[in-house]
């Protein structure tokens, strides 16, 4: 069984292994399905729309069978553990579950679990698929990662794609710069101010401010944040003629980012999302055991 809990658990050969499997997904292997009666559970504990109905989507393209899991007239409600509804899901057939949950890598709860885990999200750590759709987009567009820079904007610390945006661009060549309000970052090597990383990046990744994972109420008002820290249509000025703005969503219009700018001409936020239907595909391939396809080149 392959799982997928972190970008950092794969060698660099497997990432894009994976980027050019979900590639192939958009061309050659649009028929390629799993084997008949493969179920599939995805459990989602928080909110979400894009990675839950994009597994679905990919799940079901695949030909799996696909149950949508809800914890309210589950018997979470009754105090079961996260472990015990997965070992429940194993033992009643389901072959790999998709997993979104609040707390910090609970996947270290399920190290006896015997089938699949994608990860979906884990609090403020991981979200690995995220991370493989914003780099098959990254490639789509420049054709390489090698000296590719991304400017990392917002809500930096509360955000489980910032660092494996990172940790993934070092891995390939690239390069990555957070920036943001203070509270919301660390000033370390990798820090710019906005209007700096807005010049500098091939690639401006604007994050949603993460207002449910926050212990207190935003002291400024929404226009002050988008003006001091978000992506205003003068900033936008700013950028690199041939750099492209993405954002995880989803988006608040006005907020992180000028409404307008979020279908303009640099913008491939609605890309990214297409483009997670193809490597969720990819993953939940991998995740069976078949081997990456080799006919088809990134
Ligand atoms: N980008 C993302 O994870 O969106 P959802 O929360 O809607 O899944």
Same mark, same amino acid.
């Given at each position: 069984?392959?799982?997928?809990?972190?970008?950092?658990?794969?060698?660099?050969?497997?990432?894009?292994?994976?980027?050019?499997?979900?590639?192939?997904?958009?061309?050659?292997?649009?028929?390629?399905?799993?084997?008949?009666?493969?179920?599939?559970?995805?459990?989602?504990?928080?909110?979400?729309?894009?990675?839950?109905?994009?597994?679905?989507?990919?799940?079901?393209?695949?030909?799996?069978?696909?149950?949508?899991?809800?914890?309210?007239?589950?018997?979470?409600?009754?105090?079961? %553990?996260?472990?015990?509804?997965?070992?429940?899901?194993?033992?009643?057939?389901?072959?790999?579950?998709?997993?979104?949950?609040?707390?910090?890598?609970?996947?270290?709860?399920?190290?006896?679990?015997?089938?699949?885990?994608?990860?979906?999200?884990?609090?403020?750590?991981?979200?690995? %698929?995220?991370?493989?759709?914003?780099?098959?987009?990254?490639?789509?567009?420049?054709?390489?990662?090698?000296?590719?820079?991304?400017?990392?904007?917002?809500?930096?610390?509360?955000?489980?794609?910032?660092?494996?945006?990172?940790?993934?661009?070092?891995?390939?060549?690239?390069?990555?710069?957070?920036?943001?309000?203070?509270?919301?970052?660390?000033?370390?090597?990798?820090?710019?101010?906005?209007?700096?990383?807005?010049?500098?990046?091939?690639?401006?990744?604007?994050?949603?401010?993460?207002?449910?994972?926050?212990?207190?109420?935003?002291?400024?008002?929404?226009?002050?944040?988008?003006?001091?820290?978000?992506?205003?249509?003068?900033?936008?000025?700013?950028?690199?003629?041939?750099?492209?703005?993405?954002?995880?969503?989803?988006?608040?219009?006005?907020?992180?980012?000028?409404?307008?700018?979020?279908?303009?001409?640099?913008?491939?936020?609605?890309?990214?999302?297409?483009?997670?239907?193809?490597?969720?595909?990819?993953?939940?391939?991998?995740?069976?055991?078949?081997?990456?396809?080799?006919?088809?080149?990134?």
């Amino acid at each position: 069984q392959n799982s997928l809990l972190r970008i950092s658990d794969l060698t660099k050969e497997e990432l894009l292994d994976i980027l050019n499997d979900a590639h192939a997904f958009s061309c050659s292997h649009r028929d390629w399905q799993l084997p008949d009666r493969t179920l599939i559970a995805n459990l989602f504990f928080e909110p979400s729309t894009r990675t839950h109905y994009s597994f679905a989507s990919a799940e079901l393209q695949l030909g799996a069978r696909v149950e949508d899991f809800s914890a309210a007239g589950s018997s979470v409600e009754k105090g079961e %553990t996260l472990y015990d509804t997965v070992k429940t899901f194993e033992s009643i057939g389901y072959n790999a579950v998709v997993i979104r949950h609040s707390k910090d890598e609970y996947f270290k709860e399920l190290e006896n679990i015997n089938i699949p885990i994608l990860n979906a999200g884990d609090g403020c750590g991981n979200h690995p %698929t995220q991370c493989l759709l914003d780099l098959l987009t990254i490639y789509q567009e420049f054709k390489t990662f090698e000296n590719i820079k991304v400017a990392v904007i917002g809500d930096v610390t509360h955000s489980r794609v910032a660092n494996s945006i990172k940790e993934a661009m070092a891995m390939l060549g690239g390069e990555t710069r957070f920036s943001g309000p203070d509270e919301w970052i660390h000033k370390d090597e990798s820090y710019m101010p906005v209007d700096e990383a807005v010049k500098w990046a091939d690639v401006v990744m604007m994050l949603r401010i993460q207002h449910e994972r926050h212990k207190e109420t935003m002291a400024m008002s929404k226009e002050e944040y988008l003006e001091r820290y978000g992506l205003t249509k003068k900033r936008a000025e700013m950028m690199k003629p041939h750099a492209i703005i993405m954002h995880p969503a989803p988006v608040n219009r006005g907020v992180e980012i000028d409404n307008d700018l979020v279908e303009c001409e640099k913008s491939r936020i609605f890309k990214q999302m297409e483009n997670g239907v193809l490597v969720r595909k990819a993953v939940v391939k991998r995740a069976f055991g078949f081997a990456p396809f080799k006919d088809v080149k990134l």
